[in-house]
């Protein structure tokens, strides 16, 4: 099974930056993060393939954010640069069980295995 983990939220005024770690354990394939602002669907952020360094970002973060893996030892992160108070939210890193998730744009449906989530609050 697949164990995630995500820290390296909290509060950040507008313009700032903040980097989000996901620790990853078990037989995965192609890794995303997601988020869920109060009241909102779970939206896909970015993603990341498990064999090549293909990437897939939400217009929204384009730009802006980055998506990358530390494979030696098992790490997810986003780098987030600019931040503006609509990146509010939970995050989520995700995994798929099988290779459906290295198929974009990222669906909920093809990540078996989700983290807890982490906080992000930008202030404007």
């Known amino acids: 099974q697949v164990k995630l983990v995500e820290s390296g939220g909290g509060s950040v005024q507008a313009g700032g930056s903040l980097t989000l770690s996901c620790s990853v354990s078990g037989r995965r394939y192609c890794p995303g993060w997601f988020r869920q602002a109060p009241g909102k669907e779970r939206e896909a952020v970015a993603a990341a393939s498990t064999t090549s360094s293909a990437t897939y970002y939400a217009n929204s973060v384009k730009g802006r954010f980055t998506i990358s893996q530390d494979n030696v030892n098992d790490t997810l992160y986003l780098q987030m640069n600019n931040l503006e108070p609509e990146d509010t939210g939970v995050y989520y890193c995700?995994?798929?069980?099988?290779?459906?998730?290295?198929?974009?744009?990222?669906?909920?449906?093809?990540?078996?295995?989700w983290g807890s989530g982490t906080q992000v609050i930008v202030s404007s």
């Open positions: 995700a995994a798929g069980g099988t290779w459906a998730s290295c198929n974009w744009p990222p669906r909920l449906e093809y990540f078996g295995y």
